[in-house]
């Protein structure tokens, strides 16, 4: 299919903000879709790289103090390169290209190489990391002009380019950059020439990320803080009147899991909606996919199960995952919401309820309480003996409710409509590695066995031992009981929402 956005052998120079992927562009989202190669930078939360194409070639050509990196000439003759060789070329730079980013020096060996290229703008650290920090830059009646700079520079040097005598009478925010090693010359730099000590100020590590950390005192304490509290690049230093401010602006800092780590185990492609959800409430999530879900070997008997559905009384559904690969299929033979005409259709809880509203379905019994004893219990006021029942479910899917209805002389069937394997690699994330996690999710019971199976007994034991669990419902909750953990949080209702309301509450309690 043709780009419609971007040209083969033009070099899009695109900003993808200070940290937070949230605050990429939707014009830089356009062109890393599009994207045959992708030059990054190191101080990218590497989950923009999800965002383009399979095909696309990812090249790290990142530059951090004190590691090996690629030297800028490299990096320029690359793009040069890759744009003659007719590729759609991403350079993808953290914060904004043309602020203290190198961006104008590539663009430049673009021109004078004749090659095309755009510069994206982006969110620089410069505005970015400030207001994540509850800090505006200019204020009406506090500050009504900001100042960009840099601290990589030695303040006490004779020949120091920059002059810290202007800087010390400015009437508004200094914003610097690259300055974490130096806090203490350039707040003693700002003092000694004339800048009051009881200016406000703030040092903000990591900023929009979700370990970002900020120490904010005025300039005679700030240094001191700032060591106590090993701050460490990246980081950008605000001073100014503005900084006072903070103290009710601080919404990042403030969000209900910000500063927790949290691990959620549910496979990759479904692992989304609670990881934004989670991300959304200020949390540093990771991922351990412990799940592979995917069609069944052949779906013979899934379609010849759906050609008899009229004869079906019933047709039970347990998860999400059941409605979308049951029904899915049935659409993909030509058949619709009719073929149920003759069937009435039982959900387990809200999320699956919604699953099979999204393909034009109502269920017809869900139950009070969102789980296979739920709709053991809602069933056990209905006739069903002689009655035939469907149970789409994983190849692993729990049996309880299919021998109840068949203890009471109901004719079910449990038929295999989708494959829940584990993984064939597994990445164990660093939190997890380093024991730093706070909390693990589980939405499932055979993730919580794969975890179990995969770590082995006693690291399992050694790592629950210190972190939390979280279980989106009670047979999930059940499994990691079966196993000897302690369940910490469970919602009421076995729903993402649900659930991430119920780790914000528990972690709000003192």
């Keep these: 299919m043709p780009a419609e956005h971007t040209v083969p052998g033009t070099v899009y120079i695109v900003g993808a903000g200070p940290g937070d992927p949230g605050l990429l562009t939707l014009k830089g989202l356009r062109y890393l879709q599009e994207a045959d190669a992708i030059l990054y930078d190191d101080l990218l939360d590497r989950r923009l790289l999800d965002l383009v194409p399979p095909g696309c070639e990812r090249v790290d050509v990142g530059k951090r103090g004190g590691r090996h990196s690629?030297?800028?000439?490299?990096?320029?003759?690359?793009?040069?390169?890759?744009?003659?060789?007719?590729?759609?070329?991403?350079?993808?730079?953290?914060?904004?290209?043309?602020?203290?980013?190198?961006?104008?020096?590539?663009?430049?060996?673009?021109?004078?190489?004749?090659?095309?290229?755009?510069?994206?703008?982006?969110?620089?650290?410069?505005?970015?990391?400030?207001?994540?920090?509850?800090i505006p830059l200019t204020h009406r009646g506090v500050a009504s002009a900001a100042l960009l700079l840099t601290g990589n520079e030695d303040p006490t040097k004779s020949d120091s380019a920059v002059d810290w005598g202007?800087?010390?009478?400015?009437?508004?925010?200094?914003?610097?950059?690259?300055?974490?090693?130096?806090?203490?010359?350039?707040?003693?730099?700002?003092?000694?020439?004339?800048?009051?000590?009881?200016?406000?100020?703030?040092?903000?590590?990591?900023?929009?990320?979700?370990?970002?950390?900020?120490?904010?005192?005025?300039?005679?304490?700030?240094?001191?803080?700032?060591?106590?509290?090993?701050?460490?690049?990246?980081?950008l230093i605000i001073v100014g009147d503005v900084v006072a401010l903070r103290r009710e602006l601080n919404w990042f800092e403030n969000k209900a899991l910000f500063g927790r780590r949290l691990l959620i185990t549910r496979s990759r492609d479904q692992a989304g909606p609670l990881?934004?959800?989670?991300?959304?409430?200020?949390?540093?999530?990771?991922?351990?996919?412990?799940?592979?879900?995917?069609?069944?070997?052949?779906?013979?008997?899934?379609?010849?199960?759906?050609?008899?559905?009229?004869?079906?009384?019933?047709?039970?559904?347990?998860?999400?995952?059941?409605?979308?690969?049951?029904?899915?299929?049935?659409?993909?033979?030509?058949?619709?919401?009719?073929?149920?005409?003759?069937?009435?259709?039982?959900?387990?809880?809200?999320?699956?309820?919604?699953?099979?509203?999204?393909?034009?379905?109502?269920?017809?019994?869900?139950?009070?309480?969102?789980?296979?004893?739920?709709?053991?219990?809602?069933?056990?006021?209905?006739?069903v003996a002689d009655c035939e029942i469907l149970f789409p479910a994983s190849s692993i899917g729990r049996t309880q409710l299919v021998e109840t209805l068949q203890e009471r002389g109901a004719r079910v069937r449990h038929l295999t409509t989708y494959q829940n394997r584990p993984p064939a690699m597994v990445e164990i994330p660093a939190?997890?590695?380093?024991?730093?996690?706070?909390?693990?999710?589980?939405?499932?019971?055979?993730?919580?066995?794969?975890f179990h199976q995969l770590l082995g007994p006693e690291r399992s034991a050694e790592i629950f031992a210190r972190t939390h669990i979280a279980c989106i419902g009670p047979t999930t909750a059940g499994a990691a009981r079966d196993l000897g953990f302690t369940v910490q949080i469970q919602p009421a209702e076995s729903s993402i929402p649900a659930l991430v309301e119920a780790i914000c509450a528990f972690y709000a309690e003192p």
């Design 431 to 450: 939190a997890l590695a380093d024991n730093a996690l706070d909390l693990v999710v589980f939405a499932s019971p055979s993730s919580l066995h794969n």
């Design 70 to 134: 690629a030297p800028q000439d490299q990096i320029n003759a690359e793009l040069v390169d890759r744009a003659r060789h007719g590729e759609v070329v991403v350079r993808l730079k953290g914060g904004d290209p043309f602020i203290f980013g190198r961006g104008g020096e590539e663009a430049l060996h673009l021109h004078r190489a004749g090659i095309p290229f755009e510069v994206v703008s982006g969110v620089s650290a410069a505005s970015g990391v400030p207001a994540y920090a509850g």
């Design 166 to 235: 202007r800087l010390a009478a400015f009437d508004g925010t200094l914003v610097i950059f690259m300055g974490a090693r130096k806090v203490a010359e350039i707040c003693r730099a700002l003092t000694a020439h004339g800048k009051a000590a009881t200016t406000p100020a703030a040092v903000v590590e990591w900023g929009t990320w979700p370990d970002q950390r900020t120490v904010a005192a005025d300039l005679a304490r700030l240094p001191d803080q700032a060591s106590a509290a090993a701050i460490r690049s990246p980081a």
């Design 275 to 383: 990881q934004r959800r989670l991300e959304n409430e200020g949390a540093d999530v990771s991922v351990l996919p412990l799940l592979d879900i995917g069609p069944p070997d052949n779906w013979r008997e899934v379609d010849a199960a759906q050609d008899k559905l009229d004869r079906c009384a019933w047709v039970v559904f347990t998860s999400p995952n059941a409605v979308a690969f049951f029904c899915d299929r049935l659409f993909a033979r030509g058949r619709d919401a009719r073929a149920f005409a003759a069937t009435r259709i039982a959900a387990v809880g809200l999320a699956t309820t919604a699953a099979l509203r999204e393909r034009g379905l109502i269920p017809d019994l869900v139950p009070e309480t969102q789980s296979q004893q739920g709709l053991q219990q809602a069933f056990a006021a209905i006739a």
